[in-house]
């Protein structure tokens, strides 16, 4: 059973554009919620992340919005940039417990 | 403050060898963690260690293992290598503390196995 489902797969946006990825997860006890940004070649570097005391984490270009009542959060890129064309993961834990992570979303930002 | 280290970066087996694969959290981290990242299966999780001890382990085989030093680096050991254990291994660390749980990625070991 995938404990944390990632939307899209893949997402082109232009230059300026918002970037959004979803991702739903199933276990209540989870209580903290990293994105993560993979260049090819590189492991993947934390970017930004959320507990669920909070509605929404803004850093810079980047904020997640969290809904506990529907187990969802998801990533929003403002003002994207071709710099930013990435994979990006989201995943979920329990304090001391391994992680779960999403599929993973290829995003391309086309200049 | 230097990064989380795994060595070697890339590495050619034959099927049937084993491999050990190193790494060096970010000083002051406790905590290891090992996961496998396969463009199929995406991060995997293969186990977390410690203090020296394995505290969580994930849906691996036997011939995957792994253990910590005093000083915190780690080393991850597969066995019998197959085909299929192809894989970019990442290894994270962490404080280890209860309340932090920000995990920091190595550069990860290319593994290819022929």
């Known amino acids: 059973q995938q404990q944390v489902k990632q939307s899209p797969q893949s997402l082109i946006v232009q230059k300026g554009g918002i970037s959004i990825i979803n991702c739903a997860y199933e276990?209540?006890?989870?209580?903290?919620f990293p994105w993560y940004q993979q260049f090819p070649g590189k492991g993947p570097a934390l970017l930004i992340a959320?507990?669920?005391?909070?509605s929404e984490k803004k850093e810079g270009r980047f904020t997640i919005s969290f809904n506990k009542s529907a187990k969802q959060f998801s990533l929003h890129i403002m003002d994207s940039q071709p710099g930013d064309s990435a994979t990006y993961f989201c995943a979920a834990t329990k304090t001391g417990n391994q992680f779960y992570f999403g599929t993973g979303t290829s995003l391309t930002v086309i200049p | 403050k230097a990064g989380v280290t795994q060595t070697p970066r890339y590495l050619i087996k034959t099927r049937g060898q084993q491999v050990t694969l190193s790494c060096s959290p970010i000083s002051g981290h406790r905590s290891v963690s090992w996961y496998q990242q396969t463009p199929g299966q995406g991060l995997q999780f293969l186990f977390e260690y410690f203090s020296e001890t394995q505290r969580n382990k994930g849906n691996f085989p036997g011939r995957f293992s792994g253990r910590q030093f005093s000083n915190s680096r780690s080393e991850m050991n597969v066995s019998t290598l197959e085909l299929g254990d192809s894989a970019l291994y990442l290894c994270?660390?962490?404080?280890?503390?209860?309340?932090?749980?920000?995990?920091?990625f190595g550069q990860g070991t290319r593994l290819t196995v022929v």
């Open positions: 959320i507990r669920p005391d909070v």
């Open positions: 276990n209540t006890a989870f209580d903290y």
């Open positions: 994270a660390s962490s404080l280890g503390a209860s309340m932090n749980t920000e995990a920091f």
